[in-house]
């Protein structure tokens, strides 16, 4: 019963102390579009056979070039790296864990994904050999390398990858992202001792980066049906990946070493160390003396100082998650599109951009940057509108001021005085979080009575989840390519426990995004897209702050962070949503 | 020792008892040998300040101060601002002026600390006059209770009310009250023990005088003046025990406190590039916790409470 | 005999009372079943919903009245079993957990301890022998500032000079590594919860050792040629142990309270920031088993004093 506190693949506990509010890991990577040039991103559906688009895409990962030193010396074994994540997190399993940016950071050390992502936004096989479609993009054969074997000496097959994903399918809170795209029966099929089929619902043509995510690692089937009986063994992971799972202190050290054997080659690091720090200022004075060797970020104050030190190597990449508030359109007074419009309008952006961006992360209009292929120009955030704001409000109020608003009481109106009464949820507690709300409820307050509600980053997601929650402070979206972020936005996700957190459902959004994902004309994905854009805005459910940044920040002697490639020597995405992959990395 | 699970002189317990729930604001402080007769000068400045900052606090929505939850941004220019000649304390990160919240967090702080040990001297001193006057069964179960409560570390019994509770102020307050009920409490036992048996009292019971005549007009009177130097530490407990709660995400959810604003401005970052946002709270929190305690305590050598505690 | 009997009975008894006010206090002010279910507690509309709460009361005996629940939970509770936290997937067992993190909160009440005792007992020497001067007074004065500053106001002072002013300690306690950096990585902390400590018995002691510097038998073997640092430390020093051992135990109490917080400024995950975090998620099984061993620490160690206590000096057990 407890796991159902414990959220899903999807609703992985994030960075909520840190930064720009509490963020639900995306079970999808993210990651795109280069912060640079404008450009497209084409990335979409790229399989690695068939008739997969050309991808234009720029790379989607600034690497600070100043900062990172050259060397030629060749890479030498040895030496541990402590890396310091934003938080901790439950466990480490992939088929029951929520696995957000930290998460899925401790899993590149110790899992391996059947697919990964190219610097170019394409998704190529990894631990599979060949990931190939049918001709209407509903079928998907997955065929993996030969004489791989996990930690635990059990051999890396089909049936292994079925009960991952039947793992997966079955967990009350991470089969919420997979149910809904796959049929009933026959979702996998072993073809044979190294094929394995995939049978979708809808076309989808940008499968192969599913297998990017979270649904893509592998754990040893001995160890997940052991885990299944002993849930302290999603403590000590198994997979196959270039680390060994060593030792585990809950909010301390999760300690990884080097794996002799690797299938993809040598490992030069002994051990890697990730240690949750959750005070972004404390984790980047951790880095600058020396304390740890690297770590992981998106509070704008901490990139400011981290871009500013000679001595670091930064990886940017403004491309993977937007910050915003998030309106709950289900339960009063926010299923009138009025109030959610008010609210809006008296969001003091101005402020909130000044004080928390600092003008290092940039003021967002919509889920994607002005350089995306997908951005729609014509789409504006609002805000900075109180008297806007007060008229929809009195007018709200004169209507509809007598409903209930459950989430603050079985008995509280939903107006009072005039005012809009609302609870405004973040996580916590942390020094960020608390100046956001401050921020927000000075803002909001000529027109709304705000009742601030501070909760554990978890306890935030499942009551988020839950629907019990008027507006919040959140980060998501920024998937690679934008179709993997459609279980945030369709209606089959909205349910008792929705990963449609508005709790908004519309048709014709849901039809957008399907013929979207089935299609690998790149001019047509841009039009859907856009119009999606327009959507969204038009139905105020969020308040688009700023595009996140994600900075990945490495000390002087840390070498190799952006060499890693797959066995076929195709160089893969340097960073993705605050993680970064280990086997290439080296100590000088 | 005499009740059993007794830990020493009552003296030492009670401000041990207080240490826990303060973390470290008060210990028997009265253990100055050379008791004077006088208050002395430290006396008076910690007075003046003690009504300086309770008026300031009293006044603060009709004195001319800036706007605490306004954010005071300068052009070109990032907060937080160092003390400048409109920013008096200087500003946190979000351009608030520190001086202004500073005097409004004193509000809520001083509320708190108020509202406690009021809680405590009403409670605790009926409690601990009863089970000090009727003695027997009355005094075992109430000197048994006092001795439960003194047995939590107090700050655990804290963070147990607030976080099954809302955070308001109300609450905090309520919850600091009851903790000050036990030490405040037994110090009244005591002192009531000490004088049930003196003359005037037997001379009043005697004279057929009632029960609750007795503890009006003969006990009170005495009773209350060890209390009311208790009270001033009392309260810099309370005082400190909020912001105790601040640092572990517990204190009042709204308005600024002490506490918070200190933790606002404790992060390493901050205390690097703007140690003003921390320390500007920290210098008026100390130096009022420093006028209770020194205030309290020479009142108690004064009155020569030591004796009667014990 | 007897009075080790009493005074055993009264400690349990006080267990006791403290265990059913904590646990009480935690189903009636709390909701346990929103505890382990979150809102989903109040969703009966569905089939699902229903089951899932039938689910959690049966598994958590929900629907039997507390007294029954208490038992259950106690005669458990004294087998080492603390049962499993709510909140996460209910891993690892409270019991595990408390494991884990015990021997850091140890560590650190250890080494305040050692560090308040070996500085306040040269420097409640030092300012005896030099009772009421100007050193003296300026000593007072001190203890008074450090009693007076609140530990999470010393633990940012201590912060900013020796690790942000001057970079002498880490800003970080790290589980990996070896003992040695540990212990210095808990310098910080312990000096937080150490000083105000070392005041208190400073006082304590220069006040005591005051009053026995003037009795006769200190005045006789000073008469006698014995040397004046002999006598501080062989004869002086000695009385004053009944008291310095009740307050040292009363402290070690009060600095659990203080370790909280303290933990919480230095990022050290012991039991301070256990019953924090499970006190957000309401996470009562943590709550109870920590603030139970904590009062257990607590009693037993005023047992401990007394125990000493009449060790040293028979007359309290006549009492």
New interface residues.
């Given amino acids: 019963m407890g796991a159902l506190v414990s959220f899903a693949l999807v609703a992985a506990a994030c960075g909520g102390s840190d930064d720009n509010g509490a963020s639900p890991g995306t079970d999808a990577p993210s990651v795109t579009e280069g912060d640079a040039p404008p450009d497209t991103e084409g990335d979409a559906p790229p399989p690695t056979e068939g008739d997969a688009p050309e991808s234009t895409v720029d790379p989607g990962v600034v690497i600070d070039e100043d900062d990172v030193v050259e060397d030629d010396t060749g890479p030498k074994p040895g030496g541990t790296l402590r890396y310091g994540l934003e938080a901790d997190v439950n466990g480490i399993n992939p088929t029951s864990s929520s696995l957000s940016s930290p998460g899925l950071m401790m899993s590149n050390a110790v899992f391996d994904t059947l697919a990964v992502w190219t610097p170019e936004g394409k998704a190529v096989p990894f631990l599979a050999e060949s990931i190939t479609p049918n001709d209407d993009f509903t079928v998907w054969d997955v065929k993996l390398r030969p004489d791989i074997t996990f930690h635990d000496g059990t051999p890396l097959n089909s049936e292994a990858i079925a009960v991952n994903f039947e793992a997966q399918r079955a967990d009350p809170l991470v089969g919420l992202a997979v149910k809904p795209f796959y049929p009933e029966e026959g979702a996998t099929e072993i073809v044979d001792d190294l094929t394995i089929r995939f049978n979708l619902l809808e076309p989808n043509a940008v499968f192969p980066g599913a297998l990017a995510s979270q649904l893509g690692y592998v754990a040893s089937p001995t160890w997940i049906a052991a885990a299944l009986e002993d849930p302290n063994l999603n403590q000590a992971p198994v997979g196959t990946g270039p680390f060994m799972f060593d030792s585990r202190s809950q909010d301390s050290t999760t300690r990884f070493v080097r794996n002799e054997s690797w299938w993809n080659g040598d490992v030069w690091l002994d051990a890697i160390e990730f240690v949750p720090v959750t005070d972004p200022d404390t984790r980047t004075d951790l880095l600058l003396r020396g304390e740890l060797q690297a770590i992981q970020t998106t509070n704008p104050a901490s990139v400011g100082d981290l871009m500013d030190e000679d001595s670091i190597q930064n990886i940017i990449d403004e491309t993977g998650e937007e910050s915003f508030a998030m309106i709950n359109s289900s339960v009063p007074p926010f299923d009138d599109i009025r109030a959610r419009q008010a609210i809006t309008l008296a969001t003091p952006l101005d402020n909130y951009r000044n004080l928390i961006n600092l003008g290092i992360a940039r003021g967002a209009d919509q889920g994607f940057i002005p350089e995306s292929a997908y951005y729609n120009p014509d789409v504006v955030q609002e805000g900075d509108d109180p008297e806007g704001a007060q008229a929809l409000v009195a007018e709200y109020c004169a209507e509809k001021g007598a409903e209930i608003n459950t989430v603050l009481g079985e008995t509280a109106t939903t107006c009072t005085d005039g005012k809009i009464n609302i609870e405004l949820q973040y996580s916590g507690p942390a020094v960020v979080q608390t100046r956001i709300a401050d921020i927000l409820s000075e803002g909001w307050q000529d027109s709304f009575n705000v009742t601030i509600d501070e909760l554990p980053q978890d306890e935030h997601i499942l009551q988020t989840a839950l629907g019990q929650y008027n507006i919040n402070t959140w980060r998501q979206f920024g998937a690679v390519d934008p179709a993997l972020d459609n279980v945030w936005l369709m209606c089959r996700t909205v349910g008792f426990i929705s990963l449609n957190w508005p709790k908004f459902c519309d048709e014709s959004r849901d039809a957008i995004l399907l013929e979207a994902q089935a299609i690998t004309d790149q001019a047509q994905r841009e039009a859907l897209y856009k119009e999606l854009v327009q959507k969204i805005n038009d139905d105020y459910l969020y308040i688009f702050f700023s595009h996140t940044i994600w900075d990945n920040a490495f000390a002087e002697n840390v070498r190799g962070m952006c060499e890693h490639t797959t066995p076929e020597g195709v160089p893969m995405q340097c960073a993705i949503g605050g993680r970064t992959w280990f086997h290439a990395v080296w100590l000088a | 020792m005499s009740d059993g699970v007794g830990v020493g002189p009552v003296g030492v317990e009670m401000a041990a008892g207080m240490e826990a729930s303060a973390g470290g604001a008060v210990v028997g402080l009265s253990q100055d040998e050379t008791t004077k007769r006088t208050l002395g000068i430290g006396f008076w400045i910690s007075i003046t300040w003690i009504t300086v900052i309770v008026l300031a606090a009293a006044l603060a929505p009709w004195l001319p101060l800036k706007d605490p939850d306004s954010n005071f941004i300068a052009a070109g220019e990032r907060p937080p601002y160092s003390p400048n000649g409109t920013h008096w304390f200087g500003t946190d990160q979000d351009a608030r002026d520190l001086f202004s919240r500073t005097i409004w967090g004193a509000r809520i702080s001083l509320t708190v600390g108020f509202v406690a040990i009021a809680c405590g001297m009403v409670f605790g001193g009926l409690l601990g006059m009863i089970a000090g006057y009727f003695r027997g069964w009355w005094d075992r179960v109430i000197s048994f209770v006092f001795v439960v409560f003194l047995s939590f570390p107090a700050l655990v019994l804290a963070i147990l009310i607030t976080a099954l509770l809302e955070r308001s102020l109300r609450t905090i307050s309520i919850t600091l009250g009851i903790l000050s009920i036990a030490p405040v409490g037994r110090v009244a036992r005591a002192t009531t023990i000490s004088f049930a048996d003196r003359e005037f009292v037997l001379a009043a019971r005697t004279l057929g005088a009632s029960h609750r005549r007795i503890m009006i007009k003969e006990l009170l009177p005495n009773v209350l003046i060890p209390m009311g130097a208790l009270a001033l530490l009392g309260m810099a407990v309370a005082v400190v025990a909020e912001g105790g709660l601040a640092f572990l995400g517990l204190s009042v959810e709204k308005g600024s406190t002490w506490g918070k604003m200190i933790l606002t401005g404790a992060g390493s970052r901050d205390l690097q590039k703007a140690p003003w946002i921390a320390f500007a709270p920290i210098i008026v929190l100390f130096l009022t916790v420093l006028s209770l305690n020194f205030a309290g305590d020479r009142l108690r050598s004064y009155f020569d409470v030591r004796e009667t505690a014990l | 005999m007897r009075y080790w009997l009493?005074?055993l009975?009264?400690?349990l008894?006080?267990l006791l009372?403290?265990s059913m006010?904590?646990f009480g206090?935690?189903n009636l002010?709390?909701d346990p079943l929103f505890n382990?279910?979150?809102?989903?507690a109040s969703?009966t509309s569905?089939e699902?919903?229903r089951q899932?709460i039938a689910?959690?009361k049966a598994?958590?005996n929900l629907d039997e009245p507390l007294p029954v629940r208490y038992v259950k939970w106690g005669s458990a509770f004294v087998t080492g079993d603390f049962g499993?936290?709510?909140?996460?997937?209910?891993?690892?067992p409270v019991a595990?957990?408390i494991k884990?993190r015990l021997p850091r909160t140890l560590m650190l009440l250890i080494m305040a301890q050692l560090i308040a005792v070996t500085l306040a007992i040269p420097w409640a020497l030092w300012s005896a022998s030099r009772a009421?001067s100007v050193v003296d007074k300026m000593s007072t004065a001190t203890t008074?500032?450090f009693?007076?500053?609140?530990?999470?106001?010393?633990a940012?002072?201590i912060?900013?000079v020796l690790?942000?002013k001057f970079?002498i300690f880490?800003?970080?306690?790290?589980?990996?590594d070896p003992f040695w950096t540990r212990v210095w990585q808990m310098v910080m902390p312990a000096l937080t919860l150490g000083l105000?400590a070392a005041?208190?018995y400073q006082?304590?002691l220069r006040?005591d050792l005051?009053?026995t510097l003037q009795e006769d038998f200190i005045l006789t073997a000073r008469a006698k040629g014995v040397s004046r640092r002999n006598v501080l430390f062989k004869h002086a020093l000695r009385p004053s142990l009944f008291s310095f051992i009740?307050?040292f135990?009363?402290?070690t109490?009060?600095l659990?309270?203080?370790a909280?917080?303290?933990e919480?400024?230095f990022?050290i995950?012991g039991l301070g920031?256990a019953?924090?975090?499970a006190?957000?998620?309401?996470d009562f099984p943590v709550?109870l088993a920590?603030?139970m061993l904590?009062?257990a620490a607590?009693?037993v160690i005023?047992v401990i004093?007394?125990l000493v206590y009449s060790l040293i000096d028979p007359r309290?057990r006549a009492?």
């Fill in positions: 009493q005074r009975g009264a400690a008894a006080l009372a403290v006010l904590t206090a935690m002010l709390g382990i279910l979150g809102p989903a969703d569905t699902e919903g899932i689910d959690a598994e958590y499993v936290q709510f909140s996460v997937d209910g891993q690892p595990d957990l884990e009421d008074f500032l009693i007076a500053l609140p530990n999470f106001a010393l940012v002072l912060k900013y690790s942000i970079e880490p800003l970080i306690f790290n589980a990996a105000p005041a208190v006082r304590l006040t005051i009053t009740t307050i135990g009363i402290t109490g009060a659990i309270g203080g909280l917080v303290v919480q400024v990022i995950p920031s019953i924090v975090e006190i957000l998620r309401e709550v920590i603030v904590v009062t607590f009693v005023n004093v007394d309290v009492s």
